[in-house]
T-cell receptor, first 112, second 113 residues
Framework: EAQVTQNPRYLITVTGKKLTVTCSQN?????MSWYRQDPGLGLRQIYY???????DKGDVPEGYKVSRKEKRNFPLILESPSPNQTSLYFC???????????FGEGSRLTVL | GQSLEQPSEVTAVEGAIVQINCTYQ??????LSWYQQHDGGAPTFLSY????GLEETGRFSSFLSRSDSYGYLLLQELQMKDSASYFC??????????????FGKGTKLSVIP
């Protein structure tokens, strides 16, 4: 089954404790992206990647890191999480330039 | 700068037709996508307009006018299951060979009996 898989789906952590949200897709997509969703703010792009070893900042990259060492994986790293990073995170992927993103189920992160 | 406007909420009656408008001001625009998101779920792709005009997919249609920086999503024969949030998402060229898909704040559609 074609899918984008994120883990963990739910996480409660404390300020400053490094964490990684993994994202994996099995569709051989070149493009991958991370979004965060907050009430009243819609979906905002954090980082995106056009292909392996190519990453770019989105609209809200502060406090996040990403890497793209393999085509299928695009982990989101929070080196020192803060409460303002409490949010619902979505990973997405697409093949090429056609406006169609496939989203993971989301990861709800709470930073205390 | 860049801006993206769509209504925050729309209410419509089951069986009716509803139109959700989207206006954008972006540089590097290449196409407009629409996504649906039910409460607690992930966004799912509905349609994409690369060219001006109407694209039809079953009960849903999407329209784009590049000259007016405007698009809309048209939902016909509304069903209760269409109650969800709808996002317009302009695609942007953001550098050499690079592109982004940005999202509006979404329109919450409530379908009432």
């Amino acid at each position: 089954e074609a899918q984008v898989t994120q883990n963990p789906r739910y996480l409660i952590t404390v300020t400053g404790k490094k964490l990684t949200v993994t994202c994996s897709q099995n569709m051989n997509h070149e493009y991958m992206s991370w979004y965060r969703q907050d009430p009243g703010l819609g979906l905002r792009q954090i980082y995106y990647s056009m292909n392996v070893e190519v990453t770019d900042k989105g609209d809200v990259p502060e406090g996040y890191k990403v890497s793209r060492k393999e085509k299928r994986n695009f982990p989101l790293i929070l080196e020192s999480p803060s409460p303002n990073q409490t949010s619902l995170y979505f990973c997405a992927s697409s093949f090429g330039f056609n406006g169609e993103l496939f989203f993971g189920e989301g990861s709800r992160l709470t930073v205390l | 700068g860049q801006s993206l406007e769509q209504p925050s909420e729309v209410t419509a009656v089951e069986g009716a037709i509803v139109q959700i408008n989207c206006t954008y001001q972006t540089s590097g625009f290449y196409g407009l996508s629409w996504y649906q998101q039910h409460d607690g779920g992930a966004p799912t792709f509905l349609s994409y307009n690369a060219l001006d005009g109407l694209e039809e997919t079953g009960r849903f249609s999407s329209f784009l006018s590049r000259s007016d920086s405007y698009g809309y999503l048209l939902l016909q024969e509304l069903q209760m299951k269409d109650s969800a949030s709808y996002f317009c998402a302009p695609g942007l060229h953001s550098g050499a060979g690079s592109y982004q898909l940005t999202f509006g704040k979404g329109t919450k559609l409530s379908v009432i009996p």
